[in-house]
Nanobody
Framework: QVQLVESGGGLVQPGGSLRLSCAASGRGFRVYDMGWYRQAPGKQRDVVAQITGGGTTNYADSVKGRFTISRDNAKNTVYLQMNSLQPEDTAVYYC????????????WGQGTQVTVSS
């Protein structure tokens, strides 16, 4: 069982920045594929960014060049640095973990609200 706890959400003005953190339990964190998803009201949950245990990253087109996913295996934590935030980035952001055998998201965090508004 893996528990994921997000933090760092909040209210920010357009053009601002936030950093989300996701702390994971469990001893196998360094091999987990981790991700960030978001869900706006009335919309489906979509992937934002992913990072493999080996450090390979992948981003949604809408956030490329603005968001950066990273991980600290010593702290069992994955981060999402979000810059140049826009109102359309407003959503609940969820941390995810895909553990061996890989192929689907196995665990979700509880979500953290990000609101971009003036």
């Amino acid at each position: 069982q893996v528990q994921l706890v997000e933090s760092g959400g909040g209210l920010v003005q357009p053009g601002g920045s936030l950093r989300l953190s996701c702390a994971a339990s469990g001893r196998g964190f360094r091999v987990y594929d981790m991700g960030w998803y978001r869900q706006a009201p009335g919309k489906q949950r979509d992937v934002v960014a992913q990072i493999t245990g080996g450090g390979t990253t992948n981003y949604a087109d809408s956030v490329k060049g603005r968001f950066t996913i990273s991980r600290d295996n010593a702290k069992n934590t994955v981060y999402l640095q979000m810059n140049s935030l826009q109102p359309e980035d407003t959503a609940v952001y969820y941390c995810s973990a895909d553990v061996p055998p890989f192929g689907q998201v196995d665990y979700w965090g509880q979500g953290t609200q990000v609101t971009v508004s003036s």
